[in-house]
């Protein structure tokens, strides 16, 4: 293919792309609220038209929620599949928005324009870089350079509660070479990212149980143990004072981040200051020794995300409540195995516990960090397409969170996946007056032609 | 008055009395739930009636809420002024309760027969018991041997939202010089009580806010503090390894309990191990070195009643809350002053909330202990009175709880009150399937015979 021609035509098609992306803007697929449902199903409708528009052989799919969009440049297995999203977050508090949520408009702000509308971003903004990108090489070439499938859902926001039934059934149409999702995010607006890890995950949920009943606190404090003063303790328990994890052979299979992604990471030059700043704190916290990208990136964590017990309501009520409850989350790197640290949480809870308590737990999700490789043919191609479009070095970044398509690729269909995305920090997703750079969308879409272009070489 | 032929009226009169009683009983005078508003004005006009044909001059008066029986013997300035409320608390759930409710009946039980009814010990069987002894007295003696008033409300189980405007409108008309109150209990079925000494209560709640929002788990974890687990440790501080509560200055004014007092709670052969199981407990809990009725009458606590903070309902959601709250109580002892304590402690918060956290505390109401004095001329007639009737010596126990009435008899009227009372641990007030032994009711009766005739050799 003759990149060059490629990327004019992209040049020259701009205005066209952009409504065409307004039009999929001005869908209301809010997956998270039933009413939406025949609204998501035209936009899936509106996305198989415009894959068939340009090439490729595409269908919706019914799922007992949202269709699925299927589609496929050629017969027989592909390449690439290339992964996206069409629904959307809601919209409210709607009184927010400075302009209206599903009626998308350019606005020219001090770092340039701006696509404003609910799922600029998320996800259907950085979807269409894809569908541009492969629009024009077809336009311009009369076909793709290598075999591409493509599968967008509709309940993405929601949980993809038929994504693992679907790829189930439907392996052998989906499973590629390789997976490409496009919903993450650069490192600053002139700095090319992908994403190379991404921590796991292990959630727990306890209840200690103490005295058989609530009592009251007047005719039983003092001679019987208060579950809440308990659970205080536990948790209080599991870090110390350095901010370390306090559970034996937790830290079993985290290695040390290798020297020369340390020095990359080093000359972002992340601004302390300011991350602190905007959360209206001023110290660092966290585990000792370690800088603060290094912490989210590459360092493993116990997190409380929820306590309650006793009386928690308006007014006093002096109970002395018969249990205490918590949800306590670890986020996980490296080799680290969750089923392994779930039982050693276990039994450290197990010995703390005071004599005549009992303790429950509910097991929730836990999955392992993911490691890309950093030197694979298709990482290094994909750095080198972005580094040439963008004009300065494509950095690798770290996932705090988990993104569970990933892991679901690499589950059911034994696929990695390459994650690019355009997105920036302040595109304001799942919050009102969401945004996608202009940059972001066509810089995007000339991004993936370079990327395909050189992908094309491994197959 | 000649005392046999008062108690010999008793004797003869007890059918009548149980059927009074079982008249009152049949009021659902719940004050709990405004649907029984005209169901209390009811009890409380029949209790007017009641009080009139026995002799007092008696009337009714209308508060916002629940109106309040007042009942003089004579006209001026009473010596004695008897307290009882006439609502009852809820009957849910109702289809525990063996017999109606409001229904009452008489039972033969192993420990002998028992009046079963919502209210029939708290607290119309033990208002009663006093009702009936004026009955009598005034029945074979003509008058009384002191001047008697009475209150009864309808708040009681409501917080008494009309009680101190009340006191505070006819202070004048009320004021005696010295309550009495029959809502306490025995020792056990056949040991009579004075309630001698009543914890006071310190209330806060807390609220502790770091990150100035909610934040992601992922995307922040592990360089962030964390408010949950700022709160746990907070609340892990409040005690040391033995149980002693580590706020400075916190055990100014508690004073050692006075040798012949504890040496009488000795002989009370309080069994440790019953106390443990009906709990579904082994193990003593609570500050060492110390009895368990050493712990519950005459030491402090602090007890966590309430926490909670994050995502605290079904499922999980990785978040870091921006806040944490509790809520903490007090029970203080002796000379012990609520307003320093409170002083003290937020202090002591303040100092060891980390750099960056904020926090905020809510008053809630902070009382001094009450401690009777033992051999007061009051004290001493009504510990033979009772010990008479009972053929057992009149021990004094401890209340762990407040009676806010004490408080209010005391601040707002200059009185102090005799707690005495004949209800049974296992009376199940509050809960379904109430009863009062007939004994407590007839002896109880009794006892307030004895204790006018011997108390009114004091006016």
Redesign the interface.
Known sequence: MNLDLVLENLEQSQMSAESRLFELLRFKSISTNSQYKSECFRTAEWLVKRLSEIGFSSSLRKTSGNPMVVAHSDTGTSDLLFYGHYDVQPVDPEYLWKTAPFEPVIENTSNGAVIRARGASDDKGQLMTFVEACRAIIAVNGKLPCKISVLLEGEEETSSPSLIPFLLEHGEELKSSHALVCDTGMWDESTPSITSSL?G?L?E?ITIR????D????????????P??V???L??G??DADGKINIPNFYEGVEPVPLDLLKQWKALNFSEAT?LEE?????????KGFS?LE??WS???C??????????DEG??????SE????I?F?LVGKQDPENIRKEFRKKLREEL???FHITFSN??GSKATQFSLDSKIMTETRGALTEEWGNETVFVG????IPIVKHFKEILGMDTLLVGFALDDDQIHSPNEKYNLDSFHKGARSWVRILHKLSSLF
Request: no cysteine; aromatic share 6%.
């Open positions: 921590r995950m959630a949920e103490g005295p058989d009943k009592l009251h606190s007047g005719l039983f404090g003092g001679a019987v143990p208060n809440l003063r659970m205080a303790k948790i209080s599991l870090h991350f959360l209206d704190l001023s110290e660092p916290s966290g585990e603060t912490k989210l360092r493993p964590t997190e409380i995300n929820g306590i309650w017990g006793g009386y928690i006093f009520k002096t109970v002395i409540p205490a409850h918590a949800k989350s986020r005071p004599l005549d929730h999700k996932g705090g969170g988990s």
